[in-house]
């Protein structure tokens, strides 16, 4: 700690709230002041990690304290707009888990406590600071992988059931998130398929396809009832095509294959021949995504830079999110993204 440590609170610490807990408690440019949750259960385990913080029962505490400059929101979604927006007109800088709220109408107050505070606010897209899709983009960027047809996105495993939102909402921002920073455009349309196995009203499996102006295609599979943990994103672009597997060794597969079409053949069926070349393995950095994306908010706050997980790019995801539920309410009828002025 120094005497410029960014003195910080985290707000929630359930299950995902205790790795903030212990990331912030761990980084030399942030001092961990306190820790809020109305759960007394939740004290032992956080001094478990950092025994010294504050453990306080209501965030109120924390938005009326000078001795915090900034808090993360890692309480359950639909406090996220409640709780941000106080910690903005407390003059805190904010950090708010995914999703950034459970509608658009919520997240652009957000966006409206956010300017008119002039705060560093930034949403907690965790993959977009993961060191492989960091790689990917600059792969896709560079024209290394030729134009992309179409990528496909699977996130699946068994448990963990939430009842206050459904597995568009709960993983949805994960893949939307990357796709966002991956190809830089927002979806024209998108159509969405899902089923409510175990709790009425809640999409335990949701099947989505986000259709671009530009031709591309997505599809991204979602369920927390599955019996196997994956998490795999692939692209098919014209020259190679690229697997990115967050549970296995190593992420990312860059392969050498898909069709050329030679200028010249002699019989029909050359006109397509396959190439099937090598897989290469990239190198990448061992960095933690959640660490890596807390370093981004401090060196925001310190440089008065903008996140590149701003509350634009949150609005753009939830502008998706809401087109999906419309759609899911219809089975499937592909409905508009309306984009928003904010996003
Ligand atoms: N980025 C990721 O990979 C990732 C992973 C899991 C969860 N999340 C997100 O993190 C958030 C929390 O998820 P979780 O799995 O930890 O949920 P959780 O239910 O395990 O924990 C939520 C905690 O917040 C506390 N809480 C409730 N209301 C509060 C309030 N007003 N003020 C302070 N604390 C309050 C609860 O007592 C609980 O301890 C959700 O938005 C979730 O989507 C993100």
């Known amino acids: 700690m120094t005497a410029a440590s960014l003195?910080?609170?985290?707000?929630?610490?359930?299950?995902?709230?205790?790795?903030?807990?212990?990331?912030?408690?761990?980084?030399?440019?942030?001092?961990?002041?306190a820790v809020v949750d109305p759960d007394p259960i939740v004290e032992g385990r956080v001094r478990a990690i950092a025994s010294g913080v504050q453990f306080l029962r209501d965030a109120d505490q924390v938005f009326a304290s000078d001795a915090i400059d900034a808090v993360v929101i890692a309480s359950p979604a639909s406090s996220h707009a409640a709780l941000a927006c106080a910690a903005l007109r407390a003059n805190k800088h904010v950090l708010i888990e995914k999703p950034l709220a459970m509608n658009l109408r919520d997240a652009t107050t957000i966006v409206?406590?956010?300017?008119?505070?002039?705060?560093?606010?930034?949403?907690?897209?965790?993959?977009v600071h993961h060191p492989a899709v960091v790689r990917l983009r600059e792969l896709l960027h560079s024209g290394a992988l030729g134009t992309l047809h179409y990528l496909h996105s699977t996130r699946?495993?068994?448990?963990?059931i939430r009842s206050d939102e459904n597995a568009l909402w709960s993983f949805g921002?994960?893949?939307?998130?990357?796709?966002?920073?991956?190809?830089?455009?927002?979806?024209?349309?998108?159509?969405?398929?899902?089923?409510?196995?175990?709790?009425?009203?809640?999409e335990d499996v949701v099947f989505l396809t986000?259709?671009?102006?530009?031709?591309?295609?997505?599809?991204?599979?979602?369920?927390?009832?599955s019996p196997r943990k994956e998490r795999r994103l692939t692209l098919v672009c014209s020259q190679k095509m690229v697997e990115f597997d967050d549970v296995a060794t190593d992420k990312l597969r860059i392969f050498d294959k898909g069709y050329d079409r030679p200028q010249r053949f002699t019989e029909y069926g050359q006109y397509l021949t396959l190439r099937d070349g090598d897989v290469h393995i990239p190198q990448l950095p061992m960095q933690e995504p959640l660490r890596v994306q807390w370093q981004h908010f401090v060196r925001c706050i310190r440089d008065g830079a903008t996140p590149t997980t701003d509350l634009q790019s949150a609005v753009r995801v939830i502008s998706v999110l809401e087109a999906a539920q419309r759609s899911l309410a219809q089975d499937g009828v592909p409905m508009d993204v309306q984009v928003s002025d904010l996003a």
């Not at 409206?112 to 993959?127: D, F, I, S």
């Open 112 to 127: 409206a406590a956010a300017r008119e505070r002039r705060k560093v606010a930034m949403v907690g897209h965790l993959m």
């Open 210 to 225: 986000l259709r671009y102006s530009t031709g591309e295609t997505a599809h991204i599979h979602l369920s927390w009832l």
């Open 173 to 202: 921002p994960h893949d939307l998130s990357m796709i966002d920073f991956l190809l830089e455009r927002t979806p024209s349309t998108v159509s969405a398929r899902g089923q409510c196995v175990l709790q009425p009203g809640v």
């Open 7 to 33: 003195r910080v609170a985290v707000i929630g610490a359930g299950a995902w709230g205790l790795n903030h807990v212990r990331v912030v408690a761990s980084e030399h440019e942030s001092v961990l002041v």
């Open 156 to 160: 699946v495993n068994l448990g963990r």
